[in-house]
Structures are given as structure tokens and as C-alpha cells.
């Protein structure tokens, strides 16, 4: 941990009570003058933190940005996710640079996050809009032991793992479209965009790229996508902490990833399920070139989607994009 995480995490910890000087000094081992030094460039970013002879140091308020120290603070020890968070301000697609991580042979867990994407993606080829400071754009590296045939277990985890987080932070009601969309009143607040390397029998890596609507107001989404898309601040009515949002996140997905490589993908399926607006649903399937009209009965130990045709045939859907029917 850098000293700067290590000063966010005391003051954090300390609470409305205050940190001195001379004990921050005697933790980190630098003196109280390289202490001071610290404090006057948080201060800088905006970070207003007081000081006084009697109560010491204390974090009155963060500013509204993303800064990899203050993540690792709010984060605190995770087995997995989280363990190297990276920032940037602008990046093409933060699933490029993560990209680029794991060929370098990075470790698994790595988060990157960007203020704002140039080069957004979406799924299907679509492009994925990414405003600056008004949402979450980022990517996590994972390797896990899992086949090529297994990995869609990964984006039903991070959509489980994101709408408990959003119903913690946000206290909002989130849904679940099949395999990895997150609605709220019937219109998208999450994307997430799976991206794998992988031998015939055993996944190398993959990338989960999430996107988190936030603070967006109506006015921010392209004309066409109004009717569609929604943000946490529309749908909760004040605006969100996207720091903390992003820390309880990570570690929502911390834990789910550590379901699904520890062999408890069913628990992890069936907290899906329960939010699931898919399931029990007569859907279109669009697989670019071929349709699927059926019944959505359920998702298998993959993660994948069983649907029903009016033939009665199980069909099973690893992507595309789903219509749900009226
Ligand atoms: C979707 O089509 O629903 C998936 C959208 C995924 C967007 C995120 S934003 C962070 C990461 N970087 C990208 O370029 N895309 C993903």
C-alpha cells in the first residue's frame, strides 16, 4: 500500500475521532513533516481534511473523483479483485488496457478504471458511451481454473455481485437480464462486456468490462437511448457516490468470484435467478444471422440459458441478445 492509502485508510478508520500527526508518523515510519507533505497533496485533489491540536487529522469530505489510494482505502483486503487498482483519466477501452496487462503476464485481479473511454464497447460490436466522471468504466483481470465452456459463470457472478451492490449503495431495486444486463424499472443501468482468451480446454484469462451508469441526468444519454437507458441518480433521486459505490462493488465481486472458483457456482445461480426478468419468459434470441423464439425455463450449471422451443426442443444460449415478449 502507498503512504497516501495508507493515510486515507487511518483517517477513514478514525472516523469523526481524528488521527494525530505524531501517530501517523510513528505507524508509517516517515516523520511528521513527510506527513504534512502527504496531507497538503490530498488536500490538493480535494480532499478536505481538517487538522487541529486537539482531534489531530480528520477526512471531512472526498471529492467526487476516482484515485487508485483512496479506492485501495475504501477497498480494504480482498482475496482476489482489487489487489492492484490502476486509474486513468482517459483510456481507449479499459478492457484494452487490461488486455495488455495480461499478456504481460500480470496478475489475476487487477482493476483498471477510466474517468472517461474514448473507444467504449458494448457488446455485439456496439460502441458504449462513457462520460466523464458520471459513471464507472472499468475492467477486471481474472484467470480462473474454469473450461472455455464455463466462463459465462463469471458474468452471472459479476451481475449478481453489482446488483447487491447497487441495492446497498444506491438502495434501489436492480433486475437482472439474461446473461449480464442490469435494469431498474425496465430500462439499463449496467453493461457488461465478457472478454476471453482461452485454449480448446482451459480459459487463459478473462476480462469482465463493466459499465455503471451513475450520475448521468436524462440529458446525458444520445437521443435514441432515453427510452432505454437509466442512471442510479435518475432512479434513486440524488446523486452517488461513485467511489464507494465502486468499493462495494469490487468487493461484491471479490466474493462471488471466490463462490464460483471454490466449486459454489449454484448459490451464486440462484441469487441470480431470484432477480432474474428473463427467466419463465417467452424471449427472442437474436444470434446475429439466426433467431430463437421460446420459453427462457432456466440456466444450467454453466451459466448458460435454456430456452424451450414451440417445437419443444432445449435450446442453449451462450450470447446474443435477448427481446423479451410482451
Ligand atoms: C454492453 O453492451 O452492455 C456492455 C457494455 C460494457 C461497457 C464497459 S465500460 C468499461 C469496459 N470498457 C469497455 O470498452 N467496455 C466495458
Redesign the pocket.
Given at each position: 500500500m502507498t503512504t497516501d492509502a495508507q493515510i486515507l485508510t487511518a483517517l477513514r478508520a478514525a472516523d469523526a475521532g481524528g488521527v494525530s500527526g505524531a501517530e501517523l508518523s510513528q505507524r508509517f515510519g516517515i516523520s511528521r513533516a513527510a506527513i504534512w507533505a502527504r496531507i497538503e497533496e490530498l488536500r490538493m485533489l480535494g480532499y478536505d481534511i481538517s487538522a487541529s491540536p486537539h482531534l489531530g487529522y480528520r477526512l471531512v469530505s472526498a471529492p467526487d473523483l476516482l484515485h487508485a489510494d483512496d479506492l485501495t482505502a475504501r477497498l480494504g483486503k480482498t482475496k482476489v479483485v482489487g489487489r492492484d487498482l490502476r486509474v486513468f483519466q482517459e483510456t481507449?477501452?479499459?478492457?484494452?488496457v487490461i488486455e495488455k496487462l495480461a499478456r504481460d503476464g500480470v496478475k489475476e485481479g487487477v482493476v483498471v478504471f477510466?474517468e472517461t473511454?474514448t473507444?467504449?464497447?458494448?457488446?455485439?460490436g456496439?460502441k458504449?458511451a462513457?462520460p466523464a466522471r458520471n459513471?464507472?468504466?472499468?475492467?477486471v483481470l481474472l484467470r480462473p481454473d474454469l473450461r472455455p465452456q464455463e466462463a459465462t459463470r463469471l458474468t452471472v457472478a459479476a451481475a449478481t455481485a453489482l446488483a447487491r451492490a447497487i441495492r446497498r449503495v444506491a438502495r434501489v431495486t436492480p433486475q437482472i437480464k439474461w446473461p449480464?444486463?442490469i435494469l431498474i424499472g425496465g430500462k439499463?443501468v449496467?453493461?457488461?462486456?465478457t472478454e476471453m482468451s482461452a485454449e480448446l480446454d482451459r480459459v487463459r484469462h478473462v476480462i469482465l468490462?463493466?459499465?455503471v451508469d451513475v450520475n448521468l441526468n436524462a440529458g446525458d444519454f444520445p437521443a435514441e437511448l432515453r427510452k432505454l437507458a437509466t442512471s442510479l441518480k435518475i432512479e434513486s433521486g440524488a446523486a452517488v457516490d461513485r467511489a464507494e459505490l465502486a468499493a462495494v462493488i469490487l468487493r461484491e465481486l471479490d466474493a462471488d468470484y471466490a463462490r464460483v472458483i471454490g466449486g459454489r457456482f449454484a448459490a451464486v445461480a440462484d441469487e441470480w435467478e431470484a432477480q432474474c426478468l428473463t427467466l419463465g419468459r417467452n424471449v427472442t434470441v437474436d444470434l446475429g444471422g439466426r433467431r430463437i423464439q421460446g420459453y427462457a425455463e432456466s440456466l444450467d450449471e454453466d451459466g448458460t440459458l435454456l430456452i424451450r422451443t414451440q417445437h419443444g426442443r432445449l435450446e442453449r444460449i451462450i450470447g446474443g441478445d435477448v427481446t423479451l415478449e410482451k
Amino acid at each position: 500500500m502507498t503512504t497516501d492509502a495508507q493515510i486515507l485508510t487511518a483517517l477513514r478508520a478514525a472516523d469523526a475521532g481524528g488521527v494525530s500527526g505524531a501517530e501517523l508518523s510513528q505507524r508509517f515510519g516517515i516523520s511528521r513533516a513527510a506527513i504534512w507533505a502527504r496531507i497538503e497533496e490530498l488536500r490538493m485533489l480535494g480532499y478536505d481534511i481538517s487538522a487541529s491540536p486537539h482531534l489531530g487529522y480528520r477526512l471531512v469530505s472526498a471529492p467526487d473523483l476516482l484515485h487508485a489510494d483512496d479506492l485501495t482505502a475504501r477497498l480494504g483486503k480482498t482475496k482476489v479483485v482489487g489487489r492492484d487498482l490502476r486509474v486513468f483519466q482517459e483510456t481507449t477501452s479499459t478492457n484494452d488496457v487490461i488486455e495488455k496487462l495480461a499478456r504481460d503476464g500480470v496478475k489475476e485481479g487487477v482493476v483498471v478504471f477510466a474517468e472517461t473511454q474514448t473507444k467504449g464497447r458494448g457488446r455485439l460490436g456496439r460502441k458504449w458511451a462513457s462520460p466523464a466522471r458520471n459513471g464507472l468504466w472499468f475492467s477486471v483481470l481474472l484467470r480462473p481454473d474454469l473450461r472455455p465452456q464455463e466462463a459465462t459463470r463469471l458474468t452471472v457472478a459479476a451481475a449478481t455481485a453489482l446488483a447487491r451492490a447497487i441495492r446497498r449503495v444506491a438502495r434501489v431495486t436492480p433486475q437482472i437480464k439474461w446473461p449480464n444486463d442490469i435494469l431498474i424499472g425496465g430500462k439499463k443501468v449496467v453493461g457488461i462486456l465478457t472478454e476471453m482468451s482461452a485454449e480448446l480446454d482451459r480459459v487463459r484469462h478473462v476480462i469482465l468490462g463493466i459499465g455503471v451508469d451513475v450520475n448521468l441526468n436524462a440529458g446525458d444519454f444520445p437521443a435514441e437511448l432515453r427510452k432505454l437507458a437509466t442512471s442510479l441518480k435518475i432512479e434513486s433521486g440524488a446523486a452517488v457516490d461513485r467511489a464507494e459505490l465502486a468499493a462495494v462493488i469490487l468487493r461484491e465481486l471479490d466474493a462471488d468470484y471466490a463462490r464460483v472458483i471454490g466449486g459454489r457456482f449454484a448459490a451464486v445461480a440462484d441469487e441470480w435467478e431470484a432477480q432474474c426478468l428473463t427467466l419463465g419468459r417467452n424471449v427472442t434470441v437474436d444470434l446475429g444471422g439466426r433467431r430463437i423464439q421460446g420459453y427462457a425455463e432456466s440456466l444450467d450449471e454453466d451459466g448458460t440459458l435454456l430456452i424451450r422451443t414451440q417445437h419443444g426442443r432445449l435450446e442453449r444460449i451462450i450470447g446474443g441478445d435477448v427481446t423479451l415478449e410482451k
